[in-house]
């Protein structure tokens, strides 16, 4: 079946700080990749994705990529903020899975000031 | 676009209860919406599958009697927790599949806090 192993945390940086979040999978065939973030008290929202190899999703600073021959999609930011304090999660799914998201443990990250 | 709300937010409830959550997309139609559980500083548990017009999916070791999932519309599904009790107390998050878009993406509501006393 499908998993997702991620980096556990909490990882505390201070601000302007490089953060690297490791995310690795194993699933079958070629899965669409996730990061959502989860902020104190609220559901998840989608960060960024990518759904085939090579591919690099973006938002609001942060990227990865999607490798394929590393089975990884790692998180990473060149200078986090504040407000980036939040609980981030990678995910897939594919075919096999029926759409349903097969998530990691999550990695919390605190930034300070 | 693509927003997906739930109700209540919280609730606190007395043992031996029911509460319904609801689980709504706003302006899309999901014909699957997925509900889950997470535990505080935890992952998320997928619990079922909810198919409009179908009875729900469960996932292994996931009680149905215990948890009634209703999605009588393409914009509603409905997680009743049954006889509720302490351990039940958790955070419920539902998702909706939008089978519209480009690929198949999940978007979730703001979650629901179940206080179970």
């Known amino acids: 079946g499908n998993s997702v192993t991620q980096m556990e945390g909490p990882v505390t940086l201070s601000e302007e700080a490089f953060l690297t979040i490791n995310c690795t999978y194993t699933?079958?065939?070629?899965?669409?990749l996730f990061w959502y973030v989860q902020y104190p008290g609220e559901g998840l929202q989608l960060l960024l994705k990518a759904t085939k190899a090579d591919d690099k999703g973006s938002n609001k600073g942060f990227e990865a990529t999607y490798r394929k021959e590393t089975t990884s999609f790692h998180l990473e930011k060149g200078s986090v903020q504040v407000s980036d304090s939040a609980v981030y999660f990678c995910a897939l799914t594919n075919k096999a899975a029926g759409n349903k998201l097969t998530f990691g443990g999550g990695t919390r990250v605190l930034v300070k000031p | 676009g693509a927003v997906v709300s739930q109700h209540p937010s919280w609730v606190i409830c007395k043992s031996g209860t029911s509460v319904k959550i609801e689980c709504r997309s706003l302006d899309f139609q999901a014909t699957t919406m997925f509900w889950y559980r997470q535990f505080p500083k935890q992952s998320l548990m997928l619990m079922a599958t909810s198919n409009e017009g179908s009875k729900a999916t469960y996932e292994q070791g996931v009680e149905k009697d215990k948890f009634l999932i209703n999605h009588a519309s393409l914009t509603l599904s409905t997680l009743t927790v049954t006889s509720a009790h302490p351990e039940d107390s958790s955070f419920y998050i539902c998702?909706?599949?939008?089978?519209?878009?480009?690929?198949?993406?999940?978007?979730f509501g703001p979650g629901t806090r179940l206080t179970v006393l």
């Open positions: 998702s909706a599949l939008n089978a519209g878009a480009t690929y198949n993406e999940q978007f």
């Open positions: 699933a079958t065939g070629y899965p669409s």
